[in-house]
């Protein structure tokens, strides 16, 4: 079982907006909106993002937000921040099982 | 608030069991919720191991070829990891995390290295 594709990295300036993608095929994503994204600053543990595509813990602000598209994931960070600079994985479930996606490195320039 | 520790050994032979265990405080895990283990590869991307629910029953990564068998103790508020013929590439940071009820990990452990190596 493969790991979701997403691209190993992206960049903006601050203020920009980026987008991250996480691929999969049909057996990845299942049938289930199952889908969420992780944020992780180096040396730390992972924090959750979006959940269920589109939903946001609480906490979380409202500059990230998640959609989909077929078998397409994907975060959209808006108005980047200095500390919005991390690693960003997405995460699915299968049906039978979890997969995570590659990570993506974003850079703020 | 639920908070997570892992404990166990940093260092682990390899052909040998890596054993951890996740310590879980501000909530009764008997409660409900599926709880999970994670493990990061030094300077790589994230790997789901398997989650356990409170009445035992569990679901694992089937990459990993049953090498790893979750188990909880509701009366220590504990679940654990255990994961036998360990090689090198288990060295890893491993996580362990609460499942928020839509397979997303809402509630994270701060990580502790094993590292298999003789």
């Known amino acids: ?109 | 608030q639920v908070q997570l520790q892992e404990s166990g050994p940093g260092l682990v032979k390899p052909s040998e069991t890596l054993s951890l265990t996740c310590t879980v405080s501000g909530y009764s895990i008997s409660s409900g919720y599926w709880w999970g283990w994670i493990r990061q590869p030094p300077g790589k991307g994230l790997e789901w191991i398997g989650s356990i629910y409170h009445n035992a029953n569990t679901y694992n990564n089937p990459s990993l070829q049953s090498r790893g068998t979750i188990s909880i103790n509701t009366s220590k508020n504990q679940f654990s990891l255990k994961l036998t013929s360990v090689t090198a590439a288990d060295t890893a940071v491993y996580y362990c995390a609460r499942d928020g009820g839509s397979y997303d990990f809402c509630n994270w452990g701060q990580g502790t290295l094993v590292t298999v190596s003789s």
């Open chain 1, 1 to 109: 079982q493969s790991a979701l594709t997403q691209p190993r990295s992206v960049s903006g300036s601050p203020g920009q907006s980026v987008t991250i993608s996480c691929t999969g095929t049909s057996n990845d994503f299942g049938v289930y909106n199952y889908v969420s994204w992780y944020q992780q600053h180096p040396g730390k543990a992972p924090k959750l993002m979006i959940y269920d595509v589109r939903k946001r813990p609480s906490g979380v602000p409202d500059r990230f937000s998640g959609s989909r598209s077929g078998n397409t994931a994907s975060l959209t960070i808006s108005g980047l921040q200095a500390e919005d600079e991390a690693d960003y994985y997405c995460c699915s479930y299968t049906g039978s099982s979890v997969l995570f996606g590659g990570g993506t490195k974003l850079t703020v320039l």
